[in-house]
């Protein structure tokens, strides 16, 4: 099992740029979740989606961030035009089919917005 | 805001010490899971705890669940200098599939 994927490990890019985050969950896995994490604000649930249909996305903070999961092993975050306050680690996750199961999560992209 | 809160924020203990960390929440839940993160990794399931549990063991890990004070804990004992890592309690949002993360404690364990 390859664990969650997440592409690319870092990003560093400058304001206004368009910025793509990837993630490939485990299969069979039937949640995947987006989540971003800072000093400030600690770990944010952002988006979540259960069978590749977005369920929640409360937590996504503005019009400029969008995710897609257009089939069951793959799903995008896109920001666009990204700020600098959009740095963060943005970590995707997987779970399984139950509330009580547990996520399984990649192991980040570092995004810098200069 | 924030669903859990761990206490402390930061903890440093010699190894084979054993280290207690708190999480409090503010409304009910089903389930509360513990995690872990090394640096620069992705988060990882340690343990879960049903609200209808009270005490759960897994290795070295012992997690309590008080519903009526709406706090866990998470023991960690004979810790070893590999436990370094940041600890996260997340708990469920009633009638979804959210778990909300609480800010989490720094363990440090000195050789």
């Known amino acids: 099992d390859a664990g969650v994927i997440q592409s690319p490990r870092h990003e560093v890019t400058e304001m206004g740029q368009e910025v793509t985050l990837r993630c490939k969950p485990i299969?069979?896995?039937?949640?995947l979740f987006w989540y971003r994490q800072t000093m400030m604000r600690g770990l944010e649930l952002l988006i979540y989606?259960?069978?590749?249909?977005?369920?929640?996305d409360s937590g996504m903070p503005e019009d400029r961030f969008s995710a897609k999961m257009p089939n069951a092993s793959f799903s995008t975050l896109k920001i666009q035009p990204s700020e600098p306050r959009d740095s963060a680690v943005y970590f995707c996750?997987?779970?399984?089919?139950?509330?009580?199961?547990?996520?399984?999560f990649g192991d980040g992209t570092r995004l810098s917005i200069l | 805001s924030q669903q859990g809160e761990e206490d402390p924020q930061a903890l440093s203990i010699q190894e084979g010490e054993n280290a207690t960390m708190n999480c409090s929440y503010k409304?009910?839940?089903?389930?509360l899971q513990w995690y872990r993160q090394n640096s620069g990794r992705g988060l990882v399931h340690l343990i879960l705890?049903?609200?209808?549990?009270r005490e759960k063991h897994s290795g070295r890990l012992r997690v309590t669940l008080d519903t009526s004070k709406k706090s866990s804990s998470l023991l960690i004992t004979a810790s070893r200098a590999a436990d370094t890592a940041s600890y996260f309690c997340?708990?469920?949002?009633?009638?979804?599939?959210?778990?909300?993360f609480g800010t989490g404690t720094r363990l440090k364990v000195l050789a």
């Open positions: 996750a997987s779970g399984g089919d139950y509330s009580n199961q547990p996520q399984h």
């Open positions: 299969s069979g896995h039937d949640y």
């Open positions: 989606f259960n069978n590749n249909v977005p369920i929640d």
């Open positions: 409304t009910s839940i089903n389930n």
């Open positions: 705890i049903r609200s209808n549990e």
């Open positions: 997340a708990t469920d949002v009633a009638g979804t599939y959210k778990y909300i």
